[in-house]
């Protein structure tokens, strides 16, 4: 025997087999006369689950005598994996108590006769298909053995409300198969292009996904525009691209979401009716005790593209307004940074938690593997120094799936709600013992007044303007005042605007490297973050407000201490963080430009207090 193979450029692979008719092989239906050439092709690249496939099947005689075909037979192990839906020209298939499929011929092909066959298959199970078949010519059996990759899902139909309780399959103590990576895409330039990646675990056979909401969401910066989730289809093999989703649910307080799968990789609508997912049940996070083992699953980008295994216990329960005492769960495992949005279960294969890398609890995170998308810092540079994607890094901490559950029996009904982290106005009233009242009619009430090629601090009009010429760049004016605890107001008005720009109240300042400031900026998002030295760091990343839709003026008010800091406007809590690392210093204003200078920015009817 001959075998030939050759790539054709439809992504089938073809076979060619030469049958001589003196082989060994004995076939139950006598003498086949000349000699059969059979020609194979099966797909070659990987085909997705519910996907219609053939199997094409071409079969010449090249000698001066007829050559007789019986049987072409499907062995058992191949109905694994697919179903037969007919064939051109059309042709029944029989069952045997074997399980094979044995097609009946009883076909002559004249001298330099050839026959073509399309044997079409619909693909049931993802997985490395190795089924074989055969044709059965006289006294010659050729096998043909066919493999493939079928990946992912190609779904019809949306059917929510299948309840994991009833209907979880039995994935074993630790249910990999339900572990899936989700990358997220982001527009630059108007080209997709992937920017991070986090895990996330299927929780219903119909594919919603419940993963972290700084996974899925788009940032300031960057947006995005499109969800990849990858399959674990071995726990050998990097996870298989399978589909794309979008989210139902999301809370960027809790830092949760939930994704659905919506188009597979040719962009086509999914039949969900055809999607059987391997999903796990949901656990009672309630129920854990100190001491309790639990395995994390998940994909870190540090440390290679398969899946990775964590085993801890449960050390801990850290509370968090709104949230109750277990607002966190703490664990004795190393979680790396790309499980976030992972799967972390019990002894009996149930969620009950959800590793997340903003949920650090009351430890420190070690980011070790993080993407600055922009230079943060203002230091011209793009690099470590500035403020990031955590992609990788360490987690000690889950949140808890009984936290999630509303958002899940919701994604259930098809519901869709996504809350961006914002405080649901609540007002806020700054009161405190008055220390210092400016509204700036005197110039010498100690703030700077000062102009160079960077741009200019001065008194003007009754009130205090900064601004900001070059991009880029940072500008404040600051004066101390020797309390622990400092709560500000003022009235601030964009006078130059530029789009983008920053402004707001800096706090703690030991120097032109250490300091807090407490920003809103002129597209509609807050900020609290941090300088240490040459590192950047957000204790609020950049969030959207819809109380800084318009274009102001505002009342800024904040607060500084070790046990809180605050930003509101307009009466309205912005967000507040606390910082158990923050020193007392001095205090001021500040503003700042990023790619576009000419920024200014006005202060007025300023006062300080002590709580």
């Known amino acids: 025997m001959k075998v030939m193979r050759v790539k054709f450029k439809h992504g089938l692979l073809l076979l060619l087999v030469v049958i001589l008719a003196a082989s060994s092989c004995a076939a139950p239906n006598g003498s086949g006369g000349g000699k059969l050439q059979v020609t194979a092709k099966h797909p070659d690249m990987g085909i997705q689950q519910g996907q219609v496939f053939d199997l094409e099947l071409q079969l010449s005689n090249p000698d001066t005598i007829n050559a007789t075909v019986q049987e072409i037979r499907f062995e058992a192990n191949f109905f694994e994996w697919a179903s037969y839906e007919g064939s051109i020209p059309p042709l029944s298939m029989e069952q045997q108590a074997n399980g094979d499929g044995v097609i009946k011929l009883d076909m002559t092909i004249a001298p330099t006769g050839i026959e073509d066959f399309v044997f079409r298959f619909r693909a049931n199970k993802s997985g490395d298909v190795q089924g074989n078949w055969q044709v059965v010519s006289g006294s010659t059996i050729t096998a043909i053995e066919t493999r493939m990759k079928i990946t992912g899902t190609t779904p019809t139909g949306w059917e929510p409300g299948v309840s994991p309780e009833e209907q979880a399959p039995d994935l074993g103590a630790i249910p990999y198969q339900a572990v899936v990576q989700v990358t997220a895409f982001v527009d630059v330039d108007g080209e997709s292009v992937p920017r991070w990646t986090g895990s996330g675990t299927i929780i219903s056979p119909d594919g919603l996904i419940l993963t972290n909401n700084h996974v899925v969401s788009s940032t300031r910066y960057e947006e995005v525009v499109a969800l990849l ?96 005492n277990r607002a966190f769960i703490k664990t004795s495992g190393t979680i790396a940074g790309g499980n976030s949005g992972g799967l972390a279960v019990n002894s009996q294969g149930q969620i009950i938690g959800i590793p997340t890398q903003m949920g650090y609890g009351d430890a420190t995170l070690d980011i070790v593997d993080c993407r600055p998308v922009r230079d943060t810092n203002r230091d011209g540079y793009i690099d470590e120094n500035d403020d990031c994607v955590p992609t990788g890094g360490f987690i000690n901490a889950l949140r808890p799936i009984n936290l999630a559950k509303d958002m899940i029996e919701a994604a259930k009904r098809g519901e869709v709600a996504i809350n961006t982290g914002e405080s649901p106005n609540v007002v806020y009233q700054g009161t405190g013992e008055v220390i210092f009242e400016d509204d700036f009619s005197n110039a010498d009430s100690g703030w700077l007044n000062t102009a160079d090629a960077d741009g200019k601090r001065t008194y003007e009009n009754g009130e205090y303007s900064i601004e900001v010429i070059s991009p880029m760049y940072w500008y404040w004016s600051d004066q101390y005042f020797p309390y622990d605890a400092l709560m500000a107001e003022a009235d601030v008005r964009v006078v130059k605007s530029v789009g983008d720009a920053d402004y707001g109240f800096v706090c703690g300042m030991q120097d032109d490297k250490n300091f807090t400031a407490l920003e809103i900026s002129e597209d509609g998002y807050f900020t609290i973050w941090k300088q240490v030295g040459d590192e950047f760091s957000t204790l609020i990343d950049w969030t959207y407000s819809e109380q800084l839709a318009g274009p102001g003026p505002y009342h800024l008010a904040a607060q500084c201490s070790r046990e809180k800091l605050m930003l509101a406007v307009d009466g309205i809590l912005l967000g507040e963080v606390q910082d158990p690392d923050f020193s007392p210093g001095s205090f001021g204003m500040i503003a700042g430009t990023f790619e576009t200078g000419g920024f200014k920015v006005s202060f007025d009817n300023l006062i300080i207090m002590i709580p």
Request: charged share 15%; glycine share 10%; aromatic share 8%.
């Open 229 to 324: 989730v990858s399959l674990t289809v071995a726990q050998d093999q990097p996870p298989v691209d399978s589909y794309y989703a979008h989210v139902v649910q999301a809370d960027a307080l809790m830092d949760l979401a939930v994704i659905k799968p919506a188009w597979d990789m040719q962009g086509n609508p999914l039949d969900y009716s055809l999607l059987k997912l391997p999903f796990v049940p949901l656990g009672d996070s309630d129920t854990l005790d100190l001491g309790e083992s639990i395995v994390i699953l998940g994909y870190p980008v540090i440390g290679g593209g398969t899946i990775t295994l964590t085993r801890g216990e449960v050390s801990g329960f850290t509370s968090e307004e709104p949230f109750g």
